[in-house]
């Protein structure tokens, strides 16, 4: 798939695509969060596959697990991301679909996935998430440890606000998120 420019809340042109996979690689879980059908929001761990980021986002799931039941009831979800090493944090919202391909699934397939599966691909439950990431936000601080508490000193001792690192808003577009089962 074409890697697309995506425009910041600031209007000026970035590959947020490129960026916000090098902030997302090597985060192994995401804390998904559905929509319950009574409204409420309801957060779960996946496992993260570590491939070059698209715009889609891509986890095994059971095809009759109740967080399928909430993305086919409301198709919203959001991934948050956290390396508190790296202070790299990230939230993405988009729009999810069940995928129940075979071959796509054993193009993502890794072995450790046998902890969930134990039949591994031949598994009758085995289907995909597959997420069309529409929005996102990113708090990414690249300073060391030092530099961050010289600026929040210095924050403390002027009265000007602590500014840690960058912090953006990302549009990667709201197109029809093709939300047909396959």
């Not at 209007?11 to 690689?25: V, W, Y």
């Not at 192994?28 to 698209?54: C, N, Y």
Request: with cysteine; proline share 4%; charged share 30%.
């Amino acid at each position: 798939m074409a890697k697309k420019k995506a425009e910041k809340k600031d209007g000026s042109q970035k590959d947020a695509i490129t960026h916000l996979g090098e902030l997302i690689h090597g985060i192994k879980v995401a804390m998904m969060t559905t929509v319950e059908s009574d409204g409420s929001l309801r957060s779960r761990p996946m496992w993260t596959h570590d491939r070059d980021f698209d715009g889609e986002l891509w986890f095994f799931t059971r095809e009759h697990s109740a967080k399928v039941g909430e993305v086919e009831h409301d198709h919203h979800v959001n991934l948050s991301y956290a390396e508190p090493g790296k202070d790299h944090f990230v939230s993405v919202s988009g729009r999810c679909r069940l995928v129940l391909d075979k071959e796509k699934a054993r193009e993502l397939w890794n072995p450790s996935l046998k902890a969930w599966f134990p039949d591994g691909l031949e598994d009758p439950e085995l289907a995909l998430l597959c997420v069309k990431v529409e929005k996102a936000e990113y708090w990414d601080t690249a300073d060391s440890r030092m530099v961050q508490l010289i600026g929040f000193v210095k924050s403390v001792l002027t009265g000007e606000p602590y500014k840690p690192g960058e912090n953006e808003k990302v549009q990667l577009g709201s197109e029809d998120a093709g939300l047909n089962v396959h």
